[in-house]
């Protein structure tokens, strides 16, 4: 299932010396980070590292204590809030929605964007095949706040689908969900890269980074350790140093997918 490259394009996003900082605490330190179309690029790190951090920072939602983010070669931070709404898309971590919208209903707001534009005339279309891709359509008249923590992520990346932006940002996207639904939903934003559309997604499992990613981009400590194709990223010795516990990388022998998996103590030994 491994992803097969695809091919070098433009640079549509770009960070360049990205530092953020909190009062004493720096997050990022001097990051360097081209997003381009076409591609599924995955952060990756130990928490902490900075990962929702820097998505935030392409997002347009953080702001830097130095550095410049660029998008199409012009400064992110001078762009309107409508434009950018139309140019990228981004499903956070928390799925937080007090009013008792449907499934529906938060669906079509990712249209929102388009409103009184020509793309609106396609938006119940547009809603449809994203609830489609999804598997939320059996849920289309329940309440959101109703809805487990998985329904609440498809629905809420059902929305970030319909919102048919250039660029898209996926704040670990797989987190709630169950091995069906977190393969389906990396299938689909595999499928939205390799129909022009940046993709960025951060991931904890290292396993379905190395399957689906282009680009894997590894964080620690706010810095940029590696970046480049799962073969040439997913090494032992790295991903050891940089989560702090040994870890093993293999080929699977039926499918050719790279699997990360810890090592462990034998219980036997923790027991003695």
């Not at 081209?34 to 130990?46: A, F, M, N, Q």
């Not at 997913?234 to 040994?246: A, K, T, W």
């Amino acid at each position: 299932m491994s992803a097969t490259p695809a091919p070098t394009t433009r640079t549509i996003l770009q960070v360049i010396g990205a530092c953020v900082e909190y009062g004493p605490a720096k997050i990022l330190r001097e990051v360097d980070l081209d997003v381009r179309p076409g591609e599924l690029l995955v952060l990756v790190g130990p928490n902490g590292a900075g990962k929702s951090t820097l998505l935030g920072v392409l997002a347009g939602d953080v702001a830097l204590t130095r550095g410049r983010a660029l998008l199409d070669g012009e400064p992110l931070a001078s762009r309107r809030a409508g434009e950018l709404s139309r140019r990228r898309s981004v499903l956070l971590q928390e799925h937080r929605l007090s009013f008792p919208f449907t499934v529906t209903e938060v669906v079509a707001m990712g249209r929102a964007p388009w409103h009184g534009r020509d793309e609106s005339d396609a938006d119940e279309a547009v809603v449809a095949d994203a609830m489609r891709r999804t598997d939320v359509e059996r849920l289309a008249s329940r309440r959101f706040p109703t809805l487990s923590g998985g329904e609440k992520g498809r629905t809420s990346f059902a929305r970030v689908m319909a919102q048919e932006a250039p660029i898209v940002l996926l704040d670990e996207p797989t987190a709630a969900l169950d091995i069906a639904h977190q393969e389906a939903l990396l299938t689909e934003a595999r499928r939205l890269a390799r129909e022009g559309r940046a993709v960025v997604a951060v991931l904890h499992d290292l396993s379905l980074a190395a399957a689906y990613a282009d680009r894997v981009c590894v964080l620690a400590e706010g810095r940029v350790r590696a970046d480049g194709p799962p073969l040439e990223v997913m090494r032992p010795e790295l991903l050891s140093d940089v989560y702090g516990h040994p870890v093993d990388v293999f080929t699977h022998p039926r499918t050719g997918d790279l699997v990360v998996t810890p090592l462990r103590t034998p219980v036997e030994e923790v027991v003695r």
